[in-house]
């Protein structure tokens, strides 16, 4: 079993429209680098220069938004769901 | 290559139309905010949203209800059929912070408070990457259809 990643329209230009990646567990940032090596670009989508996620971003592991967690330290388990969400904003 | 083959028309019923505008004259001064669910190119459902920057010239979906409610598209076979916000006081056009921001790739529907009766259009907002502050604004169609009859079903 393995981490079921859920990649919002936006990002699925990267994945050759794939709108669920099957990953290995670790933490958030293992994903994102998981992520990265399979759909090169992505990262960049998802990690400011600062190594922090864009605060464009809302990543939830499985109901839970990751900031209220440990961010990207967060530790995600086989069968659990991560989502990424971009934030809809404007005015 | 974004934007190619996704449908540039926002078709809703009146009821439909009428409750989005409802929301956004609700929430007046602030901004409105919320998604609009499609299925098969017409929009089935108007999610009204807390716009979580509570203020008149900004909005933002508050991110546990978006979370909520695109989980809810997902298990309805819905899809993301629109984003849509209100301008309490100026035209139903992108303004600048709203090209800077737009992050997704559907029409993002702006209501305009600033006529009577409210105006509604519809914009897709293009980018190469979600991080881009400069996009480019086409415009959708926005059908509403009169039909009377039976209108939507309810729940
Ligand atoms: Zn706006």
New binding site residues.
């Given amino acids: 079993m393995s981490v079921e990643v859920r990649i919002p329209t936006v990002f699925r230009r990267f994945t050759n429209q794939e709108a669920v990646a099957s990953l290995e567990p670790g933490t958030i940032a293992d994903l994102v680098a998981q992520l990265e090596r399979r759909y090169p670009g992505i990262g960049d989508q998802l990690l400011a220069e600062d190594r922090q996620l864009h605060r464009f971003i809302n990543v939830y592991l499985n109901d839970e938004d990751i900031r209220y967690l440990n961010k990207l330290e967060t530790q995600v388990s086989e069968g659990d769901t991560v989502s990424l969400l971009p934030s809809v904003a ?2 | 290559m974004e934007g190619s083959g996704l449908a540039d028309v926002v078709r809703m019923s009146r009821a439909l139309a009428d409750e989005m505008v409802e929301h956004c004259l609700q929430e007046r001064p602030n901004e409105a905010c919320g998604i609009l669910a499609a299925s098969n190119g017409d929009i089935t459902k108007v999610f009204r949203m807390t716009n979580a920057t509570r203020s008149p010239v900004r909005y933002a979906l508050d991110p546990q209800e978006q979370f909520a409610a695109y989980k809810k598209l997902e298990e309805s076979g819905w899809d993301l059929g629109g984003v849509f ?1 209100s ?1 309490t006081r100026t035209e139903a056009y ?2 600048p ?2 090209v800077r921001l737009a992050s997704e790739d559907v029409p993002y529907v ?1 209501v305009s408070l600033a006529s009577d009766p409210p105006s509604i259009r519809a914009f897709r907002i293009l980018k190469e990457s979600l991080i881009d502050a400069d996009g480019r604004i086409e415009e959708a169609t926005v059908v509403v259809e009169e039909g009377e009859g039976d209108g939507p079903p309810d729940g």
Avoid: A
């Fill in positions: 404007g005015g | 916000h301008h992108p303004s912070t709203d702006i």
